[in-house]
């Protein structure tokens, strides 16, 4: 591994590192004047108004067709919330889609950094990378089949792309080494894995036995993914911990 986080550096972040300027910061802020009377009460307020100006993050549109109205109206009258389903759907297929990219920056990663013991290979990244892809086509032919548009950006959908914008700005960081890189792998697949649970159980409610069983399989491959990431960020972690030790002399 090159470019390790851990190792010391010029780090000039902390107050600490100029004693006589901090001392000086610390005095001027005491005696500067707040820019508001008051507490936060006020930008609370502007949160609740903004809030209830709103409509929110958008709809699930409407079925596609008559067969696809045909659907959603026959589940409606089973009691079923074919639109939540639906949205959820909307969720997965925009998560996968972009989990397919996440594990395409960190083969770049691989390929500039290398790998270590107990740290993933290219032949593992690129399978799964391969599943997540089959994951989007199983959740696209799913909103298929309920008469919804694959294309269509869901609410659930656009609350995860921004819930999660900041783990693909981090893995694309050129100044993120690869270890770095399975700390944001490690956040997607634990979302993953918890957003699959959820979506088997929506079916299983909804009557869709079938498409069940077809997502306990992706929630099968999605758990040992998630196995897979915490095993090289441990060993990682620890090989560069015990490099570190052997470098100060300390016993391995």
Partial sequence: MERKASELGLNRTGIKTSPVNSKE????????????????????????????????????????????????????????????????LG????FERTGVRLYEAVLSKLDVFGTWEGGPSREQLERIRLEELSHFALVTRAIEQLGGDPTALTPAAELASNLSMGVPRTLVDPQVNLLQCLEGLLIVELTDN??????????????????????????????????????????GTMLEARVGQEAAGAPA
């Fill in 25 to 88: 910061a610390i005095e001027a802020s005491m005696k500067a004047v707040p820019s508001s009377p008051g507490d936060a009460s006020a930008i609370a307020q502007v949160r609740v108004e903004f809030a209830s100006e709103v409509d929110g993050l958008g709809s699930v549109p409407p079925p596609v067709g008559l067969k696809g109205m045909a659907k959603t109206a026959v589940d409606m009258l089973k009691g079923g919330r074919t639109t939540v389903f639906i949205d959820k």
């Fill in 91 to 94: 969720e997965r297929a925009g």
């Fill in 194 to 235: 918890a957003s699959w649970e959820l979506l088997v159980d929506l079916a299983r409610e909804l009557g869709h036995e079938a498409l069940a069983d077809e997502f306990q399989l992706a929630l099968d491959a999605e758990e040992e993914h998630l196995a897979l990431v915490r095993d090289w960020l441990d060993a």
